[in-house]
């Protein structure tokens, strides 16, 4: 079975790519959300794990971000309700997902972002041909307003075998498998300051 990213957790990445390549303003907010899915500037309140059930078996469960820093470069990695509620919408999420989180750190002064998504995967879900089929389509998602897919490389950062997606207009995309957690993260970063690799480089699996 081809594994997909899906359109809906694909429209996620499309709308960041689009702050970066100046499809929309920047302001001195964080960027306006994707039909409202990137956070709005407040963390969001600490309280109990969030446990949003759609109509698919896939919920949300806010922690799996403590997979991710806390903060990027001096940015404050934020959690993204309306994101994490734009990607339960997506059917072939289905497919491999039991759970999903998602958080963002933009730095309003320029724009430049990174965005996550975690993945709590369900057991016998994922292979080396699902992970390069769901890369693929993130990539694609990604890179769909940033003119088009330029080229993949793998590497090793903080320890992870880290697989990166670059776009004809400078964004970039990461995906990291733990696979003794059976935990996928995927980051699409835009900016001079590689937020992304920031990002990847200081996980805490």
């Not at 994922?126 to 769909?144: K, M, T, Y």
Request: with cysteine; net charge negative; aromatic share 4%.
């Amino acid at each position: 079975m081809r594994v997909r990213a899906g359109s809906l957790l694909s429209a996620v990445i499309v709308v960041a790519a689009c702050v970066a390549a100046a499809c929309a303003p920047v302001a001195t907010s964080p960027p306006p959300s994707i039909g409202e899915t990137i956070p709005p500037t407040a963390p969001a309140t600490p309280g109990p794990p969030a446990t949003l059930v759609p109509t698919s078996g896939v919920v949300i469960d806010s922690t799996l971000l403590e997979i991710l820093p806390e903060s990027v470069d001096g940015l404050d990695l934020v959690e993204s309700p309306d994101a994490e509620a734009a990607a339960l919408g997506d059917p072939q999420l289905e497919a491999v997902a039991a759970s999903i989180a998602a958080g963002i750190a933009v730095d309003p002064a320029t724009g430049e972002f990174a965005y996550a998504i975690v993945v709590r995967l369900l057991p016998g879900s994922l292979d080396g041909a699902a992970f390069r089929d769901w890369r693929d389509s993130f990539d694609e998602g990604a890179c769909s307003q940033a003119d088009g897919v330029q080229g993949h490389a793998e590497t090793e950062i903080g320890g992870f075998t880290v697989y990166i997606g670059t776009c004809v207009g400078g964004l970039r995309t990461y995906h990291v498998w733990l696979e003794t957690r059976q935990v996928l993260i995927s980051v699409s970063a835009a900016g001079e300051r590689r937020l992304g690799e920031h990002l990847v480089e200081n996980l805490r699996p």
